[in-house]
């Protein structure tokens, strides 16, 4: 009896650690036991399933940026010329300004040098166009600026530039540092003109987007129902791709093609409001392929049509623009209305839905926010950086 008792006890006791050890691993298991991840990115799954190349890569390299890197901005030079925000923050220039000044206010810079990956040079061209600065005053500006930078600190020499960047949306600032062959081929260079500009260099330089803010109307999108107009354009003729664009579809019955600028005496924010009206948004280069037209396109929730031969498109190494655009080469605008007509309205609402999660890539803020067009350009840089060594 005693030995019936005793198999009993080891029999129950077997039992308890079995149910035991089976809740505790169970419970390890579970999500709700898990130690918390630090520094995750609080963005739903479905943000990152479609407009990035590569998803998760994006995921943890932004996040791995936000915590270790730093920019060192050079203090030297005349006030009224350097490192001083541009004239404004308005126009079609902004970008430029709203660099300059979320610099300041971001994380991202140090004041120590050695702890610094990369060096922005604070040239401010358009602050010098405003001055009424010849092209050839501003070059010789920016060159001995450069130089006297080269001269006083050690960090230029330790890579000939390599680890050093200047940003200007402006087409002066790019023709003025054009002027000094050094800075054009050594350092990163930021600019919203990245084609017919020949001295861009892709997976070296940066395209800025062009962003005319502040917007005049707020962001469109999930508003499909409202979109009847096939495809939308209205400027100037300014360019070769232009001019036949306009000649050929102007009098089109499905696509509202205009061969100038909307008057603003035919009524208040027309032009703007045929953004929300439209499906497709086209976009041909002007006297650069650059244009604020297609962040005007990604704002207002209409579909951006690239109508470009090349063009090095803003986060393009980050951003599956074929995810949320159209993009046709130069010789296809014959085409233009048939291969608009031949996009599904499948196709196009997967396109419409995408645009709409891009639109926080190209909105500058101040003070900036997470993965607004600040913190991508700074994400390309960051990029950038882990080639160069010293």
């Not at 508003?223 to 100037?236: K, M, P, Q, S, V």
Request: aromatic share 14%; charged share 20%; proline share 6%.
């Amino acid at each position: 009896m005693p030995c019936s008792i005793q198999h009993s006890l080891l029999t129950l006791i077997l039992l308890i650690l079995i149910a035991f050890t089976y809740t505790a691993l169970n419970s390890l298991r579970s999500p709700s036991v898990l130690p918390p991840k630090v520094n995750t990115i609080s963005i739903p799954d479905n943000d990152f399933s479609e407009i990035y190349h590569s998803p998760e890569v994006f995921r943890l390299n932004y996040e791995e940026m936000e915590r270790k890197f730093r920019i060192f901005v050079y203090p030297d030079g005349d006030p009224n010329t350097y490192y001083q925000t541009p004239r404004k923050l308005t126009g079609k220039y902004a970008s430029e300004g709203y660099f300059f000044q979320n610099i300041r206010e971001s994380s991202f810079r140090t004041d120590d040098p050695d702890r610094a990956h990369l060096f922005f040079i604070p040239i401010s061209c358009h602050k010098m166009r405003g001055k009424g600065t010849s092209y050839e005053n501003m070059t010789i500006i920016v060159h001995n600026y450069v130089q006297s930078l080269i001269d006083k600190y050690p960090y230029w020499n330790r890579t000939l530039g390599a680890d050093h960047f200047f940003v200007t949306c402006h087409d002066v600032g790019v023709r003025a540092t054009e002027g000094y062959p050094l800075l054009v081929k050594n350092t990163i260079r930021v600019v919203c003109s990245p084609s017919y500009d020949v001295g861009f260099i892709p997976h070296k330089d940066v395209a800025l987007p062009q962003v005319l803010q502040p917007f005049a109307l707020p962001a469109g999108g999930n508003d499909i129902e409202n979109r009847t107009t096939l495809g939308f354009w209205a400027g100037h003729r300014n360019s070769k791709i232009r001019v036949i664009l306009a000649r050929v579809w102007e009098n089109d019955t499905e696509l509202d093609i205009k061969n100038d600028r909307i008057n603003r005496a035919t009524g208040n924010l027309v032009y703007q409001k045929k953004f929300y009206k439209t499906k497709f948004c086209i976009c041909p280069g002007g006297s650069q392929v650059n244009s604020a037209r297609i962040a005007d396109s990604i704002h207002y929730g209409c579909v951006p049509v690239i109508l470009s031969n090349y063009y090095d498109l803003p986060f393009n190494d980050v951003l599956d623009w074929r995810k949320f655009s159209v993009i046709i080469k130069e010789h296809d605008v014959y085409q233009l209305k048939s291969i608009l007509k031949d996009i599904s309205d499948a196709e196009f609402i997967s396109l419409h839905n995408n645009l709409v999660k891009v639109q926080k890539h190209f909105q500058w803020n101040s003070p900036p926010i997470r993965f607004d067009a600040f913190h991508m350009v700074m994400y390309e840089l960051w990029l950038r950086h882990h080639v160069i060594k010293y």
